[in-house]
């Protein structure tokens, strides 16, 4: 399947080009005590070389984005790409402006001086210096604001130019000369390929033309997964009531619900819960049944409306698990948040209606909340670390505080079905933002299933895409409405989670740091379809998956670096993970957050260890294996010519 | 012992459910070492969990002259757990490692002052350890003045106001060992800084003899190297200007021509700097290269600061209930911050990395210079060596120079580790602050050090032990009058702590050894030394918060795995040098060893308490917010929440 073509994509398919840097120390390194590294490399594990690149840019390949490939295999390959004007396109991408004589003003290493250049993809930047160590290569799907600074008349060196502000976590700023309007097609392709919605375009998704030998589309496939838990069962079933979104537009096709309850019953229930979200299947207990179902909150009201079917409805949930005679609800918000939603039409389960019902609120604050959060960190980490303030810094930005809080949420959900045998169903006001965050860390502590590659790509698809996690909105694909208060970092803390759950399970893991960076810097690059539209009604009538690649073709195609070299040893592991929610556990996701600043130490120097140890293995084993043939053969030898 | 008395006479009179003696099999009871002798052992004493209110174990509680110890017939086999010291049972402490005791009441917290004694009941006791262990006893069920009796035993007992009544002195156990050679350089002799000498080939600089007998000065090394161009009595003039007679000493050096050098200020007498600086003439004199030496003053933190941001930071590492917990969890960060551990650790590799440039780049001569020329300065001259020198991230190397810059060069362990009490003696875990800097360092480079996190962890745990004299006194001079004996106490036995098989296995101490370890790396390490690349020591603070533990994960995990490894392909080369190229069945059992512990573990090992049993239930206390989150600020924006 994969198309041949020019000399950079087979550049860009070889997945074997930094294994060679390391395997070529390997084979001086016969003896573990004698094992490679000069010294005075060694040490320099933060980048020194292309140090305000658009990666993290070590030469091995460990943490680096993936968007920044071909940048490296550039520096690399140095030789035959050297030309400043040849840079690295994708198929389907093409140049649309350029501008000589840019500067661009690093914040690490001051201005460099060079070319830019503007593709419907990304934004080029190449200084024109020898050594090629200043590269910015940056999707312009990652930008959220674009401003011009000074004016024809401003004074100072490099007072007039661009300034880009990203979604991932930096800022750019180019200086240009300020004759002749020299900013002015930069300024505009920028404008025009950072937010198509705003010109009538479309995303680069829908030009991007890659071949790729998997396909990501066929990677989740509901039914299969349903029936992967047992459904259907005695209790469960499997409805196409919403193959057309006709009850509910932001829920999937199908779903699965209890087997007694009847069509008519689930039109009223979605009518009375907010979006017609009713409860719905997202995991059952492969031993106890107990089950974790998701939904909207139900429209209470001021006046405390009820509904018997919904009350009906949740029976049957609970009646699903014959194991216990509660059903816990979890409801994400903080306690005052709920109750405010009253006065809205919305509000949540009194026990007095929903006997037997349990509810707890897991006091997660809201969208809002969160996006100051992340622009506070933001200020704390780029471009430069106050370190007098980094606690106390780290402290006021409440971001870690709202990752213990959703961490702790979901290990309560994991208590209450793993330990109590008790069903647990889950929402919050509309159910699709910290409802999936709670839905998918719970499965995922509970299922090893979802540690796997593809069994995470398959949590992703099932639990935030088809489940309506609003991406679009969130996100802000290609729109220029940077301020918009639909935007929310909702899926960035969610992968924040599962990071600090892989650093207290070292080995639970069949994906590394590197397979998380990748899906975020894709979540906003617009490359692939995958996280393009807000729901899975929306992706059918922009015909993403025929007309876009998902970047889990572009994943499993290359999975070699995106495993865990630990995740062999826990083959026989504990089914339930239960991390720590304690501040004291939870860290700053460094590789990700401060990945821009050369001074900040990124690689895992224990990973990059274990990695050789691993290669130095390996080889011992094959030379071990010739050993014995070559033995073989003298022994075929000798039996053939006895002497 | 308690097997004898009978509980047939005994009425409750108090609603208690009558309480059955305590049974204890051999294994379970406390034992005693040659020498110790029993101060008091009340019945029916209850260990809690501060952080589980229902989980409590009913035992004896016994203070010795050595330690304070539990014994529960609830105790488990400690055949499965792992660091058990010999010495030690799994719920006692060594006395000398005790630091604070608080009585606990209804909701006070009081703690109890040596040199006083208590008078009232004591209904619960609060112990709080150096190495931040802490145990908290209850004696609501034990005889009336049992509480008050330990109390008062461990006030006596636990600060000695002199050197002589330490359980070192009282320690009959013989002790013999031929094998230590290998372990360690004392840097006690002459032969020893010599071949110091020789090894780094520093040129410029010669031995004098001029402390012999420490004739000088009783505080300063009996053999110090000093510029070739110094003279004796140049040296034995410069003395006295010096505070505690440290005039600059060479510590290491390059064969370049770039040493270390320690020295002390000048007392505070002299205004005129010439003394010194005829020193640091002679220094540069002493360069190849005649460069002025570059030197490093190293007045922050002081003892007095290190402890202040100890006792901050041991307090958030011993919360005293769940609330205090929850409290302290909720603004972690912040609190963290307010203890300036980390900022001081930042300071200390700063200075190294500074002294480690300039000696490696620059080919400076580098002078520490501090007060007393005792406490940063061997924190921050072994530092250096570390980065520069490869052979000091050997166990070898590394336990040879604690003897050089810390024990040789008279840092004030006895006074600085509180093993005496007095008002005069400031207590300060300088030591700690390095030892953690050297885990930093092991975060940063782990393939450069042959040590594990468990060996430092282990090293803290155990420089608090009162029988071996390593970490027992200020100064050499002080060892050797110990050694000898007089009127008034016995001759002490000398006994290296660096004998690691006086106190553990051979398993445990295996795990001394770090299986990430390239012993073909012998660069200069070069640190990030700012405090967000630091990272606050969890396995050493955090070890005896049981909630905290991560069942069978945590980074054991790793550790376990990159063992395998190590075993594996060492048993391959070995396979492969063997002519015949047989392949043995070690490897796979080998291998299961390991799985097997890899599926067992959890986060703290090997200093889980129980690694036999997993606890499985979930704390949910700590998982839910106190009243005090509740009505945080994220609940401002409640209108916004749709």
């Known amino acids: 399947m994969s198309r041949k073509s020019g000399s950079l994509e087979l550049l860009e398919m070889d997945p074997n080009h930094f294994a060679k840097d390391s395997y070529r120390s390997e084979t001086k390194s016969l003896n573990l005590g004698k094992a490679h590294h000069d010294s005075t490399n060694w040490g320099k594990t933060s980048p020194s070389k292309s140090y305000c690149s658009s990666s993290s840019t070590s030469t091995e390949n460990v943490v680096i984005s993936t968007l920044e490939r071909n940048k490296v295999q550039v520096v690399s390959e140095g030789g035959t790409l050297n030309r400043p004007d040849d840079l690295p396109l994708l198929p389907g991408e093409s140049v649309t402006g350029q501008a000589r004589d840019v500067t661009y003003i690093c914040p690490y290493h001051g201005p460099a001086r060079g070319t830019l250049t503007i593709t419907n993809y990304k934004l080029y930047f190449r200084s024109s210096d020898k050594d090629l160590s ?327 698809e099932k639990e935030w895409l088809s489940f309506g996690h609003k991406f679009q909105q969130r996100v802000g694909h290609g729109d220029d409405h940077h301020s918009d208060a639909d935007r929310s970092p909702v899926f960035l803390q969610f992968l924040d989670c599962i990071w600090q759950i892989t650093q207290q399970f070292p080995n639970a893991f069949e994906f590394n740091e590197h397979f998380l960076i990748t899906i975020l810097d894709h979540l906003y690059s617009c490359r692939f379809g995958t996280f393009l539209c807000n729901s899975e009604r929306e992706r059918i009538l922009e015909k993403i998956k025929e007309t876009t690649v998902s970047l889990w073709s572009y994943t499993n195609s290359n999975l070699d670096s995106y495993r865990n070299p630990l995740y062999w040893a826990n083959s026989k592991q504990e089914r339930v993970l239960v991390p720590i929610a304690s501040m004291r556990h939870i860290k700053l996701w460094k590789a990700y957050y401060d990945r821009w600043n050369p001074s900040m130490r990124i690689q895992d120097p224990v990973y990059l260890r274990i990695r050789e140890l691993l290669k130095l293995k390996e080889q011992l084993e094959n030379d071990a294996a010739d050993y014995r043939k070559e033995q073989q053969q003298r022994m075929t030898r000798n039996n053939v010519n006895p002497t | 012992m308690n097997d004898k008395k009978e509980n047939s006479g005994f009425t409750s009179y108090l609603g208690e459910p009558q309480l059955e003696n305590i049974a204890l099999n051999d294994s379970q009871k406390t034992k005693f070492l040659d020498g110790e002798t029993l101060v008091c052992e009340p019945q029916q004493v209850l260990m809690c969990n501060p952080l589980k209110e229902i989980q409590k174990i009913r035992g004896i509680l016994t203070v010795t002259t050595f330690k304070l110890s539990f014994a529960s017939a609830e105790d488990k086999d400690t ?225 007095k600061e290190i402890f202040s941001s100890y006792i901050r930071l041991r307090d958030l590492c011993t919360p005293e209930s769940t609330r205090v917990f929850k409290n302290q969890d909720y603004k972690f960060y912040g609190l963290l911050d307010s203890t300036k551990w980390l900022n001081y650790v930042s300071i200390c590799l700063f200075n190294a990395k500074l002294a480690a440039e300039n000696i490696s780049k620059e080919n400076f001569t580098v002078v520490l210079q501090e007060g007393d020329g005792q406490d940063l300065n061997c924190l921050v001259a072994s530092l250096t060596q570390i980065l520069l020198d490869p052979h000091f991230r050997t166990k070898l190397g590394f336990q040879s120079l604690i003897q050089k810059d810390w024990i040789a060069m008279g840092h004030p362990f006895a006074n600085r580790l509180g093993y005496i009490h007095s008002k005069e003696i400031e207590q300060s875990p300088v030591f700690l602050l390095f030892l953690d800097c050297v885990w930093q360092l092991l975060q940063q480079f782990p393939r450069a050090f042959e040590l594990s996190e468990t060996y430092l962890i282990t090293l803290w745990d155990s420089v608090h032990i009162s029988i071996f004299d390593t970490f027992l006194f200020n100064c050499q001079h002080q060892r050797i009058m110990a050694s000898m004996g007089s009127n008034s106490h016995l001759a002490l036995t000398l006994r290296s702590m660096w004998d690691w098989r006086e106190q553990f296995s051979d398993r445990d101490i295996s795990l001394f050894y770090n299986p990430l370890y390239d012993d073909s790396f012998k660069g200069i390490l070069e640190p990030s030394v700012g405090i967000s690349n630091l990272e606050i020591w969890g396995q050493c603070y955090f070890r005896w918060l049981s909630d905290l533990e991560i069942r069978r994960g945590g980074k054991p995990q790793i550790d376990l795995f990159a063992r395998y490894l190590v075993q594996e392909i060492l048993q391959m080369q070995l396979n492969r040098n063997d002519i015949n190229g047989k392949m043995t069945g070690r490897v796979n059992k080998n291998k299961e060893e390991y799985m097997d512990l890899i599926k067992k573990v959890n986060s703290f090992f090997p200093f889980s308490q129980n690694n036999a049993s997993v606890d499985t239930s979930i704390n949910t206390v700590l998982l839910t917010r106190d009243t005090l989150d509740s009505q945080s600020l994220f609940n401002l924006s409640l209108n916004d929440d749709k």
């Open chain 1, 134 to 460: 200043n590269i910015i290569d940056v999707p312009l799907g990652t930008v959220s604001r674009i401003e011009k600074v000074g004016g024809q008349s401003s004074r100072g060196e490099n007072a007039y130019g661009i300034e880009i502000f990203c979604k991932d976590m930096r800022n750019l700023r180019f200086a240009h000369k300020q004759e002749n309007h020299s900013r002015r097609t930069v300024f505009e392709k920028l404008q025009m390929y950072a937010f198509p919605f705003s010109f009538k375009l479309k995303p680069f998704a829908f030009q991007y033309q890659e071949l790729f030998s998997e396909n990501g589309w066929t990677v989740y496939e509901p039914i299969a997964e349903l029936k992967r838990m047992g459904v259907n069962n005695d209790m469960w079933k499997i409805t196409k009531i919403n193959e057309h979104y006709s009850i509910c537009d932001s829920y999937p096709a199908v779903w699965a619900i209890p087997a007694h309850a009847t069509d008519e019953e689930i039109q009223i229930v979605c009518s009375f819960r907010s979006r017609a979200r009713l409860p719905v299947l997202s995991w059952i207990h492969p031993e106890s049944q107990a089950t974790i179902t998701r939904c909207a909150q139900p429209l209470v009201g001021v006046s405390g409306k009820r509904c018997r079917e919904d009350e009906h409805y949740i029976q049957l949930i609970m009646d699903a698990n014959a194991q216990s005679h509660k059903l816990i609800i979890m409801d994400a918000r903080p306690t005052a948040n709920a109750i405010a939603n009253k006065a809205k039409g919305g509000g949540y389960e009194s026990e007095d209606a929903y006997q037997n019902a349990e509810l707890v609120f897991l006091d997660i604050p809201n969208i809002h909340v969160m996006r100051e959060s992340l622009r506070k960190l933001k200020e704390l980490c780029y471009p430069n670390i106050d370190e007098t303030k980094w606690l106390s810094g780290l402290e006021s930005t409440y971001w870690l505080k709202h990752i213990k809080c959703i961490l702790a949420g979901a290990v309560r959900i994991v208590d209450k079905v793993e330990n109590h045998k008790t069903s647990v169903l889950v929402h919050c006001s509309d159910g699709w933002d910290r409802t999936a965050q709670l839905t998918a860390l719970s499965m995922l502590m509970l299922d090893p299933h979802y540690r796997t590659i593809k069994g995470f790509e398959i949590l992703i």
């Open chain 2, 79 to 303: 055949a499965n757990c792992y660091q058990q010291n010999y010495l030690l049972g799994i719920n006692d402490i060594c006395l000398s490692s005790i630091d604070c005791i608080y009585q606990l009441g209804e909701r006070s917290k009081k703690k109890l002052v040596p040199g006083q004694s208590v008078s009232g009941k004591v209904k619960e006791l609060l112990i709080v350890c150096k190495n931040m262990r802490y145990l908290e006893f209850s004696f609501k069920l034990s005889d009336k003045d049992s509480g008050k009796i330990i109390a008062n035993a461990l006030l006596h007992h636990t600060y000695p106001k002199r050197h002589q009544l330490l359980f070192a002195y009282e320690y009959k156990e013989p002790y013999i060992n031929n094998t230590l050679l290998k372990e360690v350089t004392f840097f006690y002799k002459r032969q020893d800084w010599e071949k110091e000498l020789q090894r780094t080939g520093c040129p410029g600089w010669r031995i004098s003899q001029v402390n012999y007998n420490y004739q000088v000065s009783p505080l300063l090394v009996e053999t110090i190297i000093v510029p070739k161009s110094v003279t004796d009595n140049i040296v034995k003039e410069a003395v006295e200007k010096f505070r505690n007679r440290f005039c600059p000493v060479w510590i290491w050096g390059t064969r370049n021509g770039a040493a270390l050098v320690r020295m002390a200020e000048l007392l505070p007498t002299i205004t005129d700097r010439t003394e010194e600086n005829k020193l640091l003439e002679h220094i540069r004199r002493s360069h190849p290269d005649m460069k002025p030496p570059f030197i490093i003053d190293l007045t922050s933190p002081s003892p």
